[in-house]
């Protein structure tokens, strides 16, 4: 019995073990009382944050940019496929073309500071042209060109530009595909009047070694003549030498002077239809259409919209507040915390 009582005395000396958990000095933190004792430190390092935002959003650290937005419409556009035009117009804005010929034109490898002889040229010039020039559909199926430039003026002439070299491309695409038709149905018509004139060459010596003129008539005429059908005093001057003669040519050469007769007019009328076609090509390979309508023009920025001061300044102090928090909250309970697991690692 004593050694009985003497263990449950020990065991109730014994402490049960402790666990320290980080989690429960900060969710039992005072917080007011944190920010009262601290406040001239929270305040001091929330200024210098807000100074330090100040200096960051400024032009002499990041280049303030302007943004130039247009608003369009596709116009004389085909679509190809199943896309509408609007689809098919973004297609062509967002071309490979398009954007070696705005980097050429605007020289915006040396604005973008990227030099043409690093590796990663290719790559770096296409990140930065996307990144400051988008285009996208409206709900309104229209389509917005935004550009942004550290010179307002620059960002609307970019704006014009992309307009520009989209009508540029899209007529350049079409005179090439005109071209190839407006080229056929010229060797068709070279062709065909080839043919006309051959046929016209046979037909001119029926007219003139044979005097083969009007088939019709002329056989009707031969026939009275030499079957001596004349009415009245005619009859006595009938020539009837060149009645036998043309007799004989429209006996040889009729079938000829028919087939070719009929000929000629057919092929003008297939020319005629040629004719007709290649103009109506010709049109479209010489029209100078434009291919937007322009709903919203461009205009220069009077402010910018980038970087935004306001926004950096607020998560500046969002982020010192929070910092300042965790490290007061640190220092607070580290002597508790070092006290605590003393405590534990000797028990």
Do not use: C
């Amino acid at each position: 019995m004593p050694k009985l009582q003497s263990l449950k005395h020990k065991s109730a000396d014994i402490k049960p073990k402790k666990t320290y958990n980080m989690d429960n000095y900060f969710s039992n933190m005072n917080l007011v009382k944190i920010f009262l004792k601290w406040k001239w430190h929270l305040l001091i390092l929330m200024a210098i944050a807000a100074v330090i935002a100040v200096i960051i959003s400024s032009p002499w650290v990041i280049k303030p940019k302007f943004r130039s937005t247009a608003v369009l419409y596709p116009a004389n556009i085909s679509p190809y496929s199943d896309e509408s035009e609007t689809e098919q117009m973004l297609q062509w804005l967002n071309s490979r073309d398009i954007m070696d010929s705005m980097i050429i034109r605007f020289d915006l490898s040396k604005h973008y500071e990227i030099p043409q002889s690093h590796r990663h040229y290719n790559s770096i010039i296409e990140y930065l042209y996307n990144e400051n020039v988008r285009i996208s559909k409206t709900q309104f199926e229209s389509v917005r060109i935004e550009v942004l430039d550290t010179d307002p003026v620059r960002a609307r002439d970019m704006v014009y530009a992309i307009i520009d070299l989209l009508t540029l491309k899209i007529r350049k695409t079409h005179k090439e595909k005109y071209a190839e038709v407006v080229t056929s149905y010229k060797q068709l018509l070279d062709s065909k009047h080839k043919e006309i004139d051959s046929v016209l060459q046979q037909h001119y010596i029926l007219r003139t070694v044979f005097g083969l003129l009007d088939y019709g008539n002329q056989t009707r005429e031969v026939a009275r003549g030499h079957l001596r059908t004349v009415d009245g005093n005619n009859a006595q001057h009938v020539n009837v030498l060149e009645v036998e003669k043309l007799k004989k040519n429209l006996e040889e050469k009729g079938g000829d002077f028919i087939y070719y007769n009929t000929l000629i007019y057919s092929l003008l009328e297939q020319l005629a239809r040629i004719q007709s076609d290649y103009e109506a090509h010709l049109y479209h390979y010489n029209k100078e259409f434009t291919y937007a309508n322009i709903v919203s023009h461009p205009v220069v920025a009077d402010k910018k919209v980038y970087p935004v001061r306001w926004l950096i300044m607020a998560y500046a102090l969002v982020a010192a507040a929070l910092f300042g928090l965790i490290s007061i909250a640190l220092i607070e309970n580290s002597g508790n915390i070092e006290k605590k697991f003393s405590e534990e690692t000797k028990s």
